[in-house]
């Protein structure tokens, strides 16, 4: 197939129809991305990303956001961004840098204000009162409660694979903390020879195991995306309860360089998809005994 793109969570799915747009019209898999990661950050009714995205235990709403080009490997990530419209897109431009490729907090947000990027509040009202009414029970809030991090995989015309991601972290998050999401070959990655992935879920868990590297190594070993994508989860999944007798949440979408689509999760994960000859659909992938079911919704 000559395009396709795959994003993570429900709440890609409008993200998902901007990005088959304009990967039907001829366009490149980094705009495809960046808009599909756009519509995440810009809609308060999601309140894992951008505007309106969870604060940490202070209030204040710190960002993370990353990019890959397979073609050339060029990555550029940002963490605990503060006050900026979109990290994903901050992180594109890092890209381009011989070095420096990835800033964090204040030296993160000097470098997108020289460079003219929007800078915006992201604390909502609506998400303020989310954090007033659970603060107090902040030492029995699951680590995972509203943390859902917003993926985009693309591959172009042009044969050209990019990864995005987006996120405001892990509610009520510690001041600094940072997880797997703007880490290369943890929370995304990308080789235009063999296709992309990125990572969702618990940062410190994904981090373990470099999720999203793992899973394009197996693909370059022959494996089919679903094949890698499962297998990635589920070997990290075994491994860290053979050693700590648990593992938290995590979910895995992937990309080759034909277009094809493989997800790997141990919880129930919606995720939208859509390639040239078939309209943006949302999937729910689930866990069954070590292994990852795909059914319509």
């Avoid at 894992?48 to 990019?67: E, H, K, Q, T, Y």
């Avoid at 892990?170 to 943890?186: H, I, N, Q, W």
């Amino acid at each position: 197939m000559k395009w396709a793109v795959i994003g993570t969570w429900k709440m890609a799915y409008d993200g998902v129809c901007k990005a088959a747009e304009i990967l039907e019209k001829g366009g490149i898999a980094a705009e495809a991305v960046l808009a599909g990661c756009s519509d995440g950050e810009d809609n308060p009714n999601y309140h894992s990303v951008g505007l309106g995205g969870r604060p940490d235990r202070n209030g204040r709403v710190f960002l993370d956001g990353a990019f890959m080009d397979g073609d050339t490997l060029r990555f550029g990530a940002v963490a605990g961004l503060e006050g900026f419209r979109s990290p994903s897109r901050i992180a594109y431009a890092l890209k381009d840098e011989d070095a420096n490729n990835f800033l964090a907090g204040p030296g993160a947000a000097i470098y997108a204000r020289a460079h003219g990027f929007e800078e915006r509040d992201n604390v909502t009202a609506e998400g303020l009162a989310i954090w007033q009414k659970e603060k107090d029970r902040l030492r029995s809030l699951s680590a995972y409660d509203g943390h859902d991090t917003i993926c985009f995989t693309a591959k172009d015309r042009h044969g050209t694979v990019c990864t995005a991601v987006s996120t405001s972290g892990l509610f009520m998050k510690e001041y600094g903390r940072v997880g797997d999401s703007p880490v290369a070959g943890c929370g995304f990655y990308a080789d235009s020879l063999i296709g992309g992935a990125a990572a969702t879920g618990m940062g410190e868990e994904i981090m373990k195991g470099s999720l999203s590297f793992l899973a394009c190594h197996l693909m370059e070993e022959g494996k089919s995306p679903m094949e890698a994508a499962n297998e990635a989860v589920w070997r990290l999944d075994r491994r860290l309860r053979q050693k700590t007798g648990s593992c938290r949440p995590m979910s895995l979408i992937c990309l080759d360089k034909e277009g094809n689509y493989g997800v790997g999760t141990n919880i129930l994960f919606p995720f939208a998809y859509a390639c040239e000859g078939q309209k943006p659909v949302l999937l729910i992938a689930e866990p069954a005994d070590g292994k990852t079911i795909i059914r319509n919704v």
